[in-house]
């Protein structure tokens, strides 16, 4: 069982903000496809889902297997549904036919796949169910029928190889990249923000490692990166100190690159060109203007570089240091814009005038922080480290349940405590721009981390954080 399965339950509340609720009135498109007389489907749910449990102990559900499909059909298709996605969302099948679809719901709703034709195979929470499906020569779309289901992103499509004649005529938010269900599993990054480097003048040795990368289940990249992660390592000092980054560019890499630190006063020309394959530079700059600071792979195009993994985050905190707190978090929203399976990303979709991502993500993995909460103490301060590497879009950071009371972007402070009792919703940010947030959680429960431009949700920046058990009734 995938992490994605295991963690359906971090991801039902933020669900919660992207969509409706399910049952109710009949289900409504927002492109109304021509119907034809609406064929038998196998609508009932399988029988009563058996209990198991996750590697770390926790309680899933695992719905029984449908029955063996009947004569004539040609092959079987499995979709899950989470609360905002469909799993995989696109398939190819060789040839057109009779098809049975498996629905599997690991959400919190009621969900369904409903087509074109009227065909619609519904599955209650922790259920699943099946139906038969004619997948014509040019493919065919389906869709989650719910009200606000599908624009949340909650589409897909059949094709049938060979054919150029698109996906049955209904827009799809699915990536145009085929999943590789033999992708391997992506590599969680640990959110919690390192330490202040000891002493005031710091010796970092930063290489560059062109590698493969799983950047969504599914999904895998050929990705450019700073110590090889994406965003690169890290890095926290003081004003004052001295930072001298050697630069190294293996010679097994292909490409020049080089490295900009937005909080560093270095001319363009100097520190800051590109380095060919088998030579290191190295760039020596003093921490003068706190903040949190972006840097990035700056050959041209710069705009490929950063599409494609070379970016981080440095905090240059306060001479006297930042107050003490209970507990520390580093986020860093930015865009995948998918090439083919294991080849770098595109740039033609980056450098688009109405930029689209594949994916809007936080460090790095789309859905990563939905599959694998980040814990938080109950009552107790946390701050969060922002920065939005981009390339294109801004951000609007919010935590649902969650008030920020204190908030620092680019050097404007909202004070705990202030005179009119102040607070902060959301915290906007422009690429290349860093902010510093801190809250509290009050009661044990999960709380939605979210990009509020919700078609952003919808690819990936979505996570949750879990304060205490996560259960605010016990």
């Known amino acids: 069982m995938s992490r994605r399965e295991k963690t359906a339950t971090g991801l039902l509340l933020a669900a919660a903000l992207v969509v409706a609720g399910c ?33 770390d102990g926790s309680p899933v559900s695992t719905p029984a297997p449908s029955p ?27 040839q057109p036919g009779r098809y049975q679809v498996r629905l599997v719901n690991r959400g919190s709703l009621t969900h369904d796949v409903t087509f074109p034709d009227g065909t619609r195979i519904s599955a209650e929470p922790s259920r699943s169910a ?25 589409t897909g499509s059949i094709a049938v190889r060979g054919s150029s004649s698109g996906n049955g005529g209904e827009p799809s938010a699915a990536p145009d990249v085929p999943a590789d269900p033999n992708a391997p599993a992506y590599v969680p990054r640990d959110p919690r923000a390192p330490a202040v480097l000891p002493g005031t003048t710091h010796d970092i040795d930063l290489a560059i490692e062109e590698k493969p990368m799983t ?8 990705v450019w990166t700073f110590g090889g992660q994406v965003p690169g390592p890290v890095m926290r000092v003081r004003v004052g100190d001295t930072v001298r980054v050697t630069l190294r560019n293996p010679a097994t890499n292909k490409l020049p690159h080089s490295i900009v630190f937005q909080g560093s006063t270095v ?13 290191e530079k190295i760039y020596g700059w003093k921490a003068r203007y706190a903040g949190v600071w972006m840097y990035y792979g700056g050959s041209a195009p710069a705009l490929q570089q950063i599409a494609n993994g070379m970016y981080g985050m440095v905090i240059v905190e306060p001479k006297g240091g930042l107050s003490k707190v209970d507990q520390e978090l580093f986020l860093v929203q930015s865009e995948w814009y998918l090439g083919p399976q ?35 103490a109950t009552g107790k301060r946390v ?16 935590v649902t349940g969650a008030v920020f009371d204190r908030v620092v972007k680019e050097g404007i402070e909202l004070r705990p405590g202030n005179a009119g009792s102040w607070g902060s919703q959301a915290v906007d940010l422009s690429p290349g721009q860093g902010a510093i947030v801190e809250l509290t959680l009050a009661e044990d429960g999960l709380y939605p981390i979210i990009d509020h431009a919700f078609t952003h949700v919808g690819r990936g920046a979505l996570g949750v954080i879990q304060a205490g058990d996560g259960d605010p009734k016990n």
């Open 23 to 55: 049952g109710g009135p009949s289900p409504t498109w927002t492109y109304a496809p021509s119907l034809a007389p609406t064929p038998a489907a196998t609508t009932g749910a399988s029988p009563a889902p058996t209990s198991s449990a996750s590697p």
């Open 215 to 222: 950047v969504a289940d599914g999904y895998v990249q050929a």
């Open 342 to 376: 294991g080849e770098p990303a595109s740039l033609a979709k980056a450098a688009a005038g109405a930029p689209s991502p594949d994916f809007v993500v936080f460090n790095g993995v789309a859905d990563q922080y939905g599959d694998n909460p980040i814990q938080v």
């Open 383 to 398: 701050r969060i480290f922002l920065l939005n590497a981009g390339p294109n879009l801004g951000s609007s950071f919010h």
């Open 68 to 94: 063996s499909p009947p004569g004539g059909v040609l092959g079987s298709l499995e979709i899950s549904a989470t609360d905002t996605a469909f799993q995989p969302s696109t398939f190819t099948v060789d």
């Open 267 to 279: 001319a363009w020309n100097d520190e800051m060109v590109s380095i060919n394959p088998g030579e």
């Open 130 to 154: 099946s139906g038969i499906v004619d997948v014509p020569a040019g493919g065919v779309s389906f869709q989650c029928s719910v009200p606000g289901h599908a624009e949340a992103g909650m």
